[in-house]
């Protein structure tokens, strides 16, 4: 690993167009005042595209090691939203930038390769994607269930909003006869 740089908000913007151009589909910067004395704080939103995205986090991970707080999921429609929220500088008062990196994924193959090798503390978020949003995460250490219990069918996705989702297990206990 190369020795870790502090950059700006803007120097890690920089650094992902200057590296992956187009494929970097998206990125903003919003700084907040917070505390008492109003310091910024940053927040970085970069879309990417699902073709450089391990390669993405392979160049973050060479700027600076980035603390994974955890990957959000989102339905939308045609496809499928993964946002990987990471801290750089994390643990420097002050210095704290959030990067979350999203990457969309189509309803008709839903699949990522895994960050685990990269970052080890994804598994347990790559398994809840698996399991709520059916994400197949290529080359990852351990698929088992972990959050959905076994009397759920396999194909059912609590967080889907189409066909896959959890509907049909739904109970109408308001419609039921006294």
Known sequence: ???????????????FKDTFKTKIKDAKIIKRPAGAKKNSTANIWMKVDNSIFKEAIKHLCDIQFPHLAVTSGNDLGKTIELIYHFTVNFGTRMEEINLNISVELPKSKPEIDTICDLIPGALITEREKMEMLGVKIKGIPDDKRCFLPEDIPQGVYPWR????GPEKLYRNLHEVKK
């Open 161 to 164: 909003r189409d066909e896959t």
């Open 1 to 15: 690993m190369t020795k870790e740089k502090k950059l700006t908000p803007e120097g890690f913007v920089k650094s």
